[in-house]
Nanobody, 117 residues
Framework: QVQLVESGGGLVQAGGSLRLSCATS????????MGWFRQAPGKEREFVAA????????NYADSVKGRFTISKDNAKSTLYLQMNNLKHEDTALYYC??????????WGQGTQVTVSS
């Protein structure tokens, strides 16, 4: 069972930046597509970004396009989410996920991002 551990969340002012990291266990990180989801208080969990196993292709929610960048370092078995120009509505618990053969099969515990307006 793979373990996903997010870090890098915190409190930031609107317009600021944060970089989230997701460290993974196991030796097969490079074989998998990965993604980020988030959940704000009182709202459903929503897709943020995804990246293919090689890192050659990415996909973003419309709400974060042009501001967030997803990347993965297969040598370090780590997934990243660079978040720039943060807005108050980006406040949420951010989750790292693994895209397995039958969908998202592994989730981290989440890291809190709070953007003050």
């Amino acid at each position: 069972q793979v373990q996903l551990v997010e870090s890098g969340g915190g409190l930031v002012q609107a317009g600021g930046s944060l970089r989230l990291s997701c460290a993974t266990s196991g030796r097969t990180f490079s074989n998998y597509a990965m993604g980020w989801f988030r959940q704000a208080p009182g709202k459903e969990r929503e897709f943020v970004a995804a990246i293919t196993w090689s890192g050659g292709s990415t996909n973003y929610a419309d709400s974060v396009k042009g501001r967030f960048t997803i990347s993965k370092d297969n040598a370090k078995s780590t997934l990243y989410l660079q978040m720039n120009n943060l807005k108050h509505e980006d406040t949420a618990l951010y989750y790292c996920v693994r895209d397995g053969a039958y969908g998202y099969d592994s989730w981290g515990q989440g890291t809190q991002v709070t953007v003050s307006s």
